[in-house]
T-cell receptor
Framework: DVKVTQSSRYLVKRTGEKVFLECVQD?????MFWYRQDPGLGLRLIYF???????EKGDIPEGYSVSREKKERFSLILESASTNQTSMYLC????????????FGNGTRLTVT | DAKTTQPPSMDCAEGRAANLPCNHS???????VYWYRQIHSQGPQYIIH???NNETNEMASLIITEDRKSSTLILPHATLRDTAVYYC???????????FGQGTELSVKP
């Protein structure tokens, strides 16, 4: 089974802090994604990556950046956390065939105070 | 981007088939239909996907109408553990993005 592991289940940070959310997948997948999920807004795509060192903006990239230095790892960075970034963050991966399903981790619930 | 429409909630009796409908009238010819579900406090779980033929796996069946404007996910014998939010998604052909809608909250009752 595909395993997508997010480093923290719950995280509490202060406004202005730099925050790193880490995601690792064990299936040698080419594609990795970061979503956030908020009540009433559903899942929204922040960034995705098709290969090492490659990244593409999703629908809501403002306030975020990403890093993919190794194929199995995709990091989401909040350069200066704000309260409106309090959310559930979900990482996903899929193989290189464009219609392959995404497999999600269990999420990181981030609270910014 | 093709959009989907699902009922916000449905109930199903335990042991009965759960039939979850989805409309996707603006779907393009090369766009697949995906179904995911999300149990509270967990990440979305992939269930099944298809293009135009009906599909079946160990979890569910997917029935897509001939004009591809709608589909139905069938859980043949629903259990209490199938209580979740079910998302019907049409995948954007370029970029591989999944665009999630609001989903259907399925409650399986004893």
């Amino acid at each position: 089974d595909v395993k997508v592991t997010q480093s923290s289940r719950y995280l509490v940070k202060r406004t202005g802090e730099k925050v790193f959310l880490e995601c690792v997948q064990d299936m040698d997948h080419e594609n990795m994604f970061w979503y956030r999920q908020d009540p009433g807004l559903g899942l929204r795509l922040i960034y995705f990556s098709y290969d090492v060192k490659m990244k593409e903006k999703g629908d809501i990239p403002e306030g975020y950046s990403v890093s993919r230095e190794k194929k199995e790892r995709f990091s989401l960075i909040l350069e200066s956390a704000s309260t409106n970034q309090t959310s559930m963050y979900l990482c996903a991966s899929s193989d290189g065939v464009w219609n392959s399903p995404l497999h999600f981790g269990n999420g990181t619930r981030l609270t910014v105070t | 981007d093709a959009k989907t429409t699902q009922p916000p909630s449905m109930d199903c009796a335990e042991g009965r088939a759960a039939n979850l409908p989805c409309n996707h009238s603006t779907i393009s010819g090369n766009e697949y239909v995906y179904w995911y579900r999300q149990i509270h406090s967990q990440g979305p779980q992939y269930i099944i996907h298809g293009l135009k033929n009906n599909e079946t796996n160990e979890m569910a069946s997917l029935i897509i109408t001939e004009d591809r404007k709608s589909s139905t996910l069938i859980l043949p014998h629903a259990t209490l553990r199938d209580t979740a939010v079910y998302y019907c998604i049409v995948r954007v052909a370029l970029g591989g993005k999944l665009i999630f809608g609001q989903g259907t909250e399925l409650s399986v009752k004893p």
